[in-house]
């Protein structure tokens, strides 16, 4: 039973070019969390999303950050024209579904670590 | 504004000592809370939740205690072994909203 699974593990990019994060949720669930971490600090919330819609995006920053859960496939989150700023552990977290809400168990993916220079 | 956030960063345990990380929590509305370790270089792991109505909650080797009087969540490790070094980090859900806010974490050394 596989857990959440992200690709790549780390990805180094120059500023001013894109980065393309992947996650695949554990199986039965519909429900995606992605969440930033910055060194020796706590996860901030960036996104919710379910398959093909976004239900909270309020932790996205306005500019440049998009992401997606597509009817089929890895849910993406994309960052465009990369700064050094964005250079951060990127986690996915997936839940199952409840009837009137997601389950509160978000269960981790290892994370992508970004590295802009 | 809302947060979560701890009161030790680090924490020095022996082995075979019981092991208490603590965490102050300002939304009183949240309906659950969760504990968390990440260990170095990994994605944080699900350890034990509580919900608001309840005080609290048994796993094996740990114990969630929820003081909601003075807002306060604490996590028990009993008989702290090496495997057990990470970085432990609290997290609610605040009402009607399914993301989680995380605290800053509290890192726990278990010594020999």
């Known amino acids: 039973n596989a857990g959440v699974m992200q690709n790549p593990r780390h990805l180094v990019r120059r500023r001013g070019q894109e980065a393309r994060l992947r996650c695949s949720p554990m199986k039965g669930h519909s429900h995606v969390y992605w969440y930033r971490q910055l060194p020796e600090e706590g996860l901030k919330f960036m996104v919710y999303l379910q398959k093909e819609n976004i239900i909270d995006e309020s932790g996205m920053p306005k500019e440049r950050f998009s992401a997606e859960f597509p009817k089929e496939g890895p849910s993406i989150l994309r960052i465009q024209q990369v700064v050094r700023g964005d250079s951060a552990a990127y986690f996915c977290?997936?839940?199952?579904?409840?009837?009137?809400?997601?389950?509160?168990?978000?269960?981790f993916g290892p994370g992508t670590r970004l590295t802009v220079t | 504004g809302e947060s979560v956030g701890l009161h030790l960063p680090t924490l020095s345990v022996q082995e075979g000592d019981n092991s208490i990380i603590n965490c102050a929590y300002s939304?009183?509305?949240?309906?659950?809370f969760i504990w968390y370790k990440q260990e170095s270089g990994k994605g944080p792991q699900f350890i034990i939740d509580i919900r608001s109505n309840m005080d609290k909650r048994q796993g094996q080797r740990v114990t969630v205690l929820l003081n909601k009087t003075v807002k306060h969540l604490s996590l028990q490790i009993a008989a702290t072994q090496p495997g057990d070094s990470a970085v432990y980090f609290c997290a609610e859900r605040p009402p009607l909203a399914s993301k989680l806010t995380f605290g800053t974490g509290t890192r726990l050394q278990v010594t020999l």
């Open positions: 939304n009183s509305a949240s309906d659950y």
């Open positions: 977290a997936s839940s199952p579904g409840l009837r009137t809400r997601p389950s509160h168990e978000q269960y």
